[in-house]
């Protein structure tokens, strides 16, 4: 069975720019999740899809993001415009039992 | 609220040493689980255990071994005879019932241990 996957694995844009992020989970878990880790510092939630539906995005920093998960299926995060305290990676995360998930390897960005 | 606290930012190790990895955790949720990732340098998390806050049985799981302790607010990890393959971020999280019956984890900022040959 194959693991969450994330693509990019690396992303270096400029502040200003756009970029798009996005994650696979494991086939047939209806929960998604996008969380995120700024170096050195804690990984925090940024928010639950359960199917196509945003179960809890409390954890979005601000509307310069944007996520989707069209179908129920894989999931988009939208970064417009970034900013340099965007950079951090982004790790996305699937279950079927709420409180067991299993996490992709992470996208680095670098925002400059 | 709750939080995760590992003191540790950084640990170094030779070869076969044992090492402790502190957790410390609060809430005031009586039902919680409480889980510990490895981020090796390949950048992925992997799960290595989940424990529920009504079973405060410790596990051993070949060399990992953890302790929970409810008295404490703690949950340790050891690992036994370390080798260079266990150098890696290691994550505590903490995660509580929320709106809508999810579980969001909350993570400890990481240990980076680092087992030297």
């Known amino acids: 069975e194959a693991g969450v996957t994330q693509f990019p694995s690396h992303s270096v844009i400029e502040k200003g720019q756009t970029v798009t992020l996005r994650c696979d989970p494991i086939?047939?878990?209806?929960?998604l999740y996008w969380y995120r880790r700024v170096m050195g510092k804690e990984i925090k939630f940024l928010l639950h899809?359960?199917?196509?539906?945003?179960?809890?995005e409390s954890g979005m920093p601000n509307n310069r993001f944007l996520a989707e998960r069209t179908g129920g299926t894989y999931s988009t995060l939208k970064v417009q415009p970034a900013e340099l305290e965007d950079s951090g990676v982004y790790f996305c995360?699937?279950?079927?039992?709420?409180?067991?998930?299993?996490f992709g390897p992470g996208t680095r960005l670098t925002v400059t | 609220a709750q939080k995760v606290t590992q003191a540790q930012t950084e640990i170094s190790v030779v070869e076969k040493e044992d090492v402790t990895l502190d957790c410390v955790y609060e809430t005031r949720d009586t039902t919680y689980y409480l889980f510990w990732y490895k981020q090796p340098p390949s950048g992925e998390l992997v799960f290595l255990i989940r424990?529920?806050?009504?079973?405060?049985q410790n596990e051993i799981s070949g060399r990992y071994s953890w302790n929970f302790q409810k008295s404490t607010s703690s949950f340790n990890f050891t690992i036994t005879a370390s080798q260079v393959v266990d150098s890696a971020v290691y994550f505590c999280a903490l995660s509580v019932p929320a709106s809508g019956g999810s579980y969001i984890p909350t993570f400890g900022r990481g240990t980076s241990l680092i087992v030297h040959p």
């Open positions: 995360a699937s279950s079927q039992r709420k409180y067991e998930q299993y």
């Open positions: 086939s047939g878990h209806d929960n």
């Open positions: 424990r529920n806050s009504f079973d405060e």
């Open positions: 899809f359960v199917k196509e539906s945003k179960q809890d």
